[in-house]
């Protein structure tokens, strides 16, 4: 049966928006027209009443927390929270107990994406066996299991031959190493930011320094080995400029950058766990120059790091609590209401960033708005605003913009031409 979308909108030449209505047989795109026809008796038709239509969001960076922390999230729980935001395609990070670091231990993973998800779920294996060693993984048969990429996230790798000798393998085999790249002698027991508001909150800081001094020695060593090093949500004014220079140099690096550090610095801070996360809420200049980084090409893409935690973790306070915040779903609103609607970035900007841009760090394979594609599509609500909630499609709430009002809102997802959230 044929479903057909009718009245969406879609970005055309110099961000104008078009009527537009879509066919999808079979879960493939097989028509997109600008005016409406007559439709057969037998079609579904599913009216989305001017809501923007994109192809599918990705996402580079997020934290599904099983096998092994399943009271945070599931493959189940975040896949459909990645639906609620207009995600089609997700990476998972390998921060899980037990970390895929063999081929059996990932093929499991992937049986459980096979059965639970709801969108198309790809997974990261570790740089290292157990992320805390120096042991190597065997990067060719995790490959073969399906790694989309490799990296500690969470731990920075602190041995520099270690990182160099994956940097080595990962090159041989064309395969990407990407970096939460953070200097443990450096940010000691650190919490938040290394500035006037650690001090004032007597809280201790994690300095710029022991992100972007481990950035700097990655890149020359992705440059001796000739690697593709993929940066984690970058965070400092000097880890802009510094990838910013390699890039000029030839160096192969791609990043990332979060919603929550373009929307937040540590001038946001108030005394609650929510709004810690690593790295840390920067300062206002680390957040300009993010911004400067991403509207110049120096940072490629957004990523969430969505990183659940249950509500007994992060009512532990500032000091003690897990860092992390969740991400997946009403990063699109945050980031079209504070600056698509304020005129600082366009809309088509963003869509790529989120969609394309990302795709293209990792060379994945998704789909696109054009006939012929998978009908992986998100529809974006951008005439009425929302109030983001206290509860969530994720099994976690940990969250620092709840009761934000935002436009953008998601109002469907599908994947393979089959509805996986409605709003």
Known sequence: MKTIILNAQRIVKDNLLEPCFITIENGLITEIKSKKEYYPSNAELIDVKGALVTSGLVDLHVHLREPGFTHKETIKSGSQAAARGGFTTICAMPNTNPTPDTFERLHDFYEIVKKEALVHVLSYAPITQGLKSNNQVNQDQLLKAGAVAFTNDGLGVQDANTMFLAMKQAASLKAII??????????????????????????????????????????????????????????????????????????????????????????????????????????????????????????????????????????????????????????????????????????????????SKAAECFELDVSSLSVGSIADLAFFDLENEVTIPDHFVSKSSNSPFIGRKIFGDTVMTMVDGKIVWRG
């Open 178 to 355: 990407a970096a939460h790249a953070e200097d443990e002698s450096l940010k000691g027991n650190g919490v938040i930011h290394e500035g006037e508001m650690s001090f004032k909150m007597g809280l201790p800081g994690i300095p710029s320094i022991s992100e972007s001094s481990q950035i700097a020695r990655d890149l020359l060593l992705a440059e001796a080995s000739g690697a593709h090093y993929h940066v984690c949500h970058v965070s400092t004014n000097e880890s802009v400029r510094i990838i910013r220079e390699a890039k000029k140099a030839g160096i192969y690096v791609t990043c990332e950058v979060t919603p929550h550090h373009l929307l937040l610095c540590d001038e946001n801070l108030i005394n609650d766990a929510n709004y810690k996360m690593n790295p840390p809420l920067r300062g206002k200049a680390d957040q300009k120059a993010l911004l400067e980084g991403l509207l110049d090409g120096t940072i490629d893409c957004i990523a969430s790091d969505h990183a659940p935690h249950s509500i007994e973790e992060k009512a532990q306070g500032l000091l003690r609590a897990p860092f992390g915040i969740i991400g997946l779903e009403y990063g699109f609103g945050l980031l079209y209401t504070h600056f698509v609607k304020t005129g600082i970035f366009s809309l088509e900007d963003l869509v790529k960033w989120m969609s």
